[in-house]
């Protein structure tokens, strides 16, 4: 029987124009009976048609049946295993070693590797590492917007590898397609001197006329042509929802039908996710459907620009549907939700160099390795000098666990950075001798005490093998990575980065409402750091990444918007006992519970907006204290612990005998009921400030 995707395969072949050299060379390779190249690497510019190529490649792997593998590089994090991991999945195997070998055996297979630039990283890994280890009937063909690099072109590369740069269409060729839409061959003049055969503007006309039924060009050719045809487009889509859709799909990474249900219409949600992929610039991937990334640009510059109101609620909407998701997912469904969240806050001057995966310098993070450690104190040392090296040869010692590196792409060259993610919990014996560490641990004692439960990292170095700690490539990856702890790290508490040259910084880290804190700087080898702070339990890291996506794109009534509260507390276990005690003796006195420690913590804070003053949130203090109570009084035995309290804080008599009196029981039973009640108490607020 035949199946809908043949009907799909045939009509790609019906659509697709011109390509026939490129087309012939890959077809001679296939055909040939030792391949006359390993390695087809094909380039050109966003929207000449890399993508669409691909797919009459995969056909003609089929037609000759060979075997053939795609991997969608901006699926994929610039790191080997990462990349042999999509490999496993692509071909059903448990271990990289089996799906290598599963490659082989008789006949050709070949492995496209799409949108390789999103990898460049591992560029010199792919050739030195990756493709030697295949076996010898097997093909690659990289597509990607850049150039092959020099490594591909010189040595025996200038051989076994071939490279196909990808043109406009010819005239003959443009025509072709344009007959294929459907489109009035009176307009093919106009159309061949607007778009010179660019593959992405003739698509982008094709659906103009689509959707609108005429061309209207105009003589003047457009300064930018994308922007223009797509804000033409935008302008025949009748329907509201459809315009919806398009400017959802410009600022959401992958556009699937729960995110159209929930952020554009539930009830039409299928009917909405088929138009979209109707479209010639919308790209179907495993993962959903996305616009070019030109047409993406294009879509989402116009909106901000025309409505910036508009931009700003469909970025909440989008940020509300991760979020949600955020709390739910565990595992690699986490982290897969975190990449897109992140996605969403591109723009934002702090997020937007964390995701230029393609620029990070031909490096990935990896695990330090103990043979690493020569190369990495090299690093230390020539930056900070001998005295911070004998430090990071220390930590290595006791926290090797901590270290990550960033190697370049070859694997065997120097070493292209490091981070030190340190566990101040674990650190604190062998804090002796660092006086980073020691600053502090000194500042969370006195000021932030950890709790139980919580953890402090301390990011001691960080560092690019050339440029030190200015803006780069490598400093960009590093921040990515701390952005990353900051969002995953279990019962993460407080966070200290470590700046040689801090007024440098300042500015990112004010943005980014990281604070210098003084008590934590320090000095090594005669020079002084400083150090930027954060305390995560008075803003949590999500609040913390949305209040930054809010300054971006400021919204007029977004529900629940958590803001910094600079008077936040945070007070050990002992602390918050004794404001606890404190607060019911003064619990009807509100000029002493004015003074209490407990209407600045997390248990007041998080139930009043940023605006409360000290009145209502003596209310609340006062209500919570009420009814965690009150909430002993459902059964006999805490009861009675609920009656003592009752009647020596919340309804006092005049003194404990008469409180006993009235009980019925003695004075040293009361006051064994009203100890063990303030322990209680305690407890349940306890959990409620601390969620433990």
Known sequence: MAKLGDRIRAERRRQFVGRRDELALFEEILRASELPAIVLSVYGPGGVGKTTLLRQLEALCATHAVRCVTLDARNLQPNPDAFLLALCEATGCAAPEDAVSALGGEGRTVVFVDTYEAIQPLDGWIREGFVPDLPDNVLVVL???????SGWRSDVWQTLCRTLPLRNLSDDEARSYLEAQAVPQEAYPDILEFTHGYPLALSLVADNYAQKGSLALGSDPAPDM??????????????????DLLEVSALVRMTTEAIIAEVVDSRRATELFEWLRSLSFIEVTPLGLMPHDLARDAIATELRWRNTDRYSELHHRARSYYSNRLDRATGPAQQAILFDYIYLHRDNPVVKPFFQWHSHGGAFLDAARPEDLPEI?????????PESAKLAAHWFEHQPEAFFVLRGAAGADPLHGLLVKLDLGTAREHADGDPACLAALSYLDAKAPLRAGERATHFRFWMADEEYQSVSPSQSLLFVTVVQHYLTQPGLAATFLPCSDPAFWQPMFDYAMHGELKEAEFHVGGHRYGVFFSDWRVLPPKPWLALLSEREVP?????QAHRPTPDVVVLSREGFEDSVHEALKAFSNDSRLAKSPLLRSRLVVDRLSGEAGTKERIEVLREL???AAQSMNTNVRDARLYHALDTCYLRPLRSQEMAAEKLDVSIATYRRHLKAGLERLTDLLWQQETGI
């Open 143 to 149: 597509l990607g917007r850049k150039r092959p690099t």
């Open 226 to 243: 994308i922007a223009l045809l797509l804000e033409r487009l935008m302008e025949s889509v009748e329907e509201p929802l459809h315009r």
């Open 377 to 385: 104190l090299r690093m230390v040392d020539r930056h900070e000098g």
């Open 555 to 559: 919204i007029k009534e977004a529900p």
């Open 625 to 627: 204290l009420k009814q």
